[in-house]
């Protein structure tokens, strides 16, 4: 039961970088930068090719076990997402690093 309120905190937190691109300033002195430039062109890609975390029904079969494996896969994606989104940050603006994205990268 804990594992299931674990997917579902973590599930959909962060956007997606493309999405999270788009919210940043056109107008910041960092957004045309070649950095950023790189970045977002890599946040159009992000996620393709990458294997999909275990899904929730198919974690259901599998017992317990599959249960954690797919909280762990959907933890780790989400972390991914955010130190992605928080490099973006770093190079496209100029502004403070928001809240949610204020970790300690761990790569």
Request: hydrophobic residues 40%; aromatic residues 4%.
């Amino acid at each position: 039961m804990a594992t299931l309120l674990l997917v579902a905190a973590v599930a959909g937190c962060t956007a997606a970088p493309a999405e999270y691109a788009a919210t940043l300033s056109t107008q910041d002195p960092k957004w045309q930068s070649p950095q950023c430039e790189q970045i977002r062109a890599e946040a159009l890609t992000y996620g393709a090719g990458k294997a999909k975390p275990l899904n929730m029904g198919t974690a259901l079969l599998m017992g317990p076990y599959g249960l954690a494996i797919a909280a762990a896969g959907r933890e780790h994606q989400e972390k991914q997402r955010k130190l992605f989104a928080r490099d973006m940050h770093m190079r496209c603006s100029s502004l403070p690093l928001p809240q949610n994205l204020e970790i300690i990268p761990e790569r």
